[in-house]
């Protein structure tokens, strides 16, 4: 999961509320039209919205659903269009033309899902309508405990194995939510070991849902997205009897002189604090926000715990490791070690398996000697030149920017 991931799911909730809106205020609305707009949040295992077989297999097919009609022959611009006539709003054809949908909903259960619905299409419709319209977490709730209610969702010729209703409708109501607060609760391993982490993982399926949203507002998680994008680290964002949270979102930071600015680890920079600390500190919460925007493709994490406040940590930055980085405000040598030592004193706090591999961002290229040093540790070197974040890393070169 990513920022841009997330950015996704927030374009296919602008989407789906244009088109719910128009739906759900008219007087009749059928099961195929309800199918349809809980298909805009699908996709398939080949899901790039260049990829003709996805658009073909199931945009398209939501959108003729939405509207009943037959838009097989069309292209996307072309559909694009006559929505977006339909409904004159350039808007909405723009949204239907970029990347929508995150769900690899379960194929076993796609075609039946429909027969469901119609079996229970007076019971679906006003949640529908609920979901569109909730402002609250008491809103939601309601329509929660409905969902509770409903039977399970059959497999194709297979009668007696059921889905529980939540893994379709969630997704559905996430899209329709017009804060975004309603959560994804399905099948997926990172939902059932927050749930897990929570306690409600044997719960009814309203207690699972107070304890998700009850993580709004924490470690810089706001809404079912940010929820999302944390997945399987979520358990690290959560202080328990037993742990403390670890990890929260990278957050944006202070740069202006006039303020206090705060430091990242107050026992480690007493010779930062002595060298200047206003700008030291502006600097360093510069570098912060830079990286933060030029990686923003990855879901980007920062410490918590205050034995393990590690300034940046990007997930999966290789497609299979962790990438932990410090943030030093100076070229000088001194800093360099500074960050060399707290780099692998928190690969040794975190006990991540595999552990993460280390770089250290600094303000400038340094010097030869400290480039020579971290080569021989292993440790990547990344640095700004304006706003391009560069390396002569070849393993960190995807990166630069």
């Not at 989407?15 to 739906?23: D, E, F, N, S, V």
């Not at 709730?141 to 399970?152: E, F, T």
């Not at 706001?222 to 949270?245: H, K, W, Y």
């Not at 990890?247 to 705060?262: A, F, G, I």
Request: hydrophobic content about 40%; aromatic content about 8%.
């Amino acid at each position: 999961m990513s920022e841009k991931w997330t950015e996704r799911q927030r374009r296919t909730n602008q989407m789906a509320r244009i088109l719910g809106t128009y739906l759900l205020s008219q007087d009749t609305v059928t099961p195929r039209q309800l199918y349809g707009l809980s298909k805009l949040s699908w996709i398939t295992s080949s899901y790039e919205d260049d990829d003709a077989a996805y658009i073909q297999s199931t945009k398209i097919p939501a959108l003729g659903d939405i509207f009943e009609e037959n838009y097989s022959s069309l292209s996307l611009n072309d559909v694009a269009a006559e929505v977006s006539n339909r409904l004159d709003s350039e808007l909405v054809g723009r949204l239907i033309l970029q990347h929508t949908g995150f769900t690899n909903f379960y194929k076993a259960y796609r075609n039946s899902v429909s027969t469901w619905i119609e079996a229970n299409h007076s019971r679906l419709l006003p949640m529908y309508r609920a979901a569109l319209q909730a402002t609250n977490s008491g809103h939601r709730l309601r329509i929660i405990q409905a969902i509770q209610d409903l039977p399970g969702i059959s497999k194709a010729n297979h009668e007696e194995q059921r889905m529980r209703p939540e893994y379709f409708l969630t997704p559905a109501f996430f899209i329709l939510d017009p804060e975004i607060k309603f959560p994804l609760i399905n099948g997926n391993a990172w939902v059932k070991n927050l749930l897990d982490t929570l306690k409600v993982k044997d719960s009814g399926l309203d207690e699972q849902y107070l304890a998700m949203v009850g993580l709004y507002g924490v470690g810089g998680i706001n809404d079912a997205a940010d929820l999302d994008q944390v997945g399987r680290d979520s358990p690290d964002f959560i202080t328990t009897e037993t742990r403390t949270a670890t990890k929260q979102l990278l957050q944006s930071k202070q740069t202006e002189d006039n303020v206090t600015l705060p430091l990242k680890d107050e026992a480690d920079v007493e010779s930062i604090r002595k060298a200047g600390s206003v700008m030291q500190r502006r600097i360093h919460n510069r570098l912060t926000n830079l990286v933060r925007s030029k990686l923003s493709g990855y879901t980007l994490l920062e410490g918590r715990a205050p034995e393990c406040m590690f300034d940046v940590l990007v997930k999966k930055y290789n497609d299979e490791i962790d990438l932990l980085i410090e943030v030093k405000s100076s070229i000088e040598v001194a800093h360099v070690r500074m960050a060399i030592g707290q780099l692998f004193d928190y690969r040794m706090r975190l006990n991540a398996t595999p552990g993460p591999h280390l770089a250290i961002l600094l303000p400038a290229r340094p010097e030869e000697e400290v480039m020579d040093l971290l080569i021989w540790l292993e440790i990547g070197l990344m640095w700004f030149e304006g706003d391009a974040l560069c390396t002569e890393d070849v393993w960190l070169a995807h990166l630069q920017g």
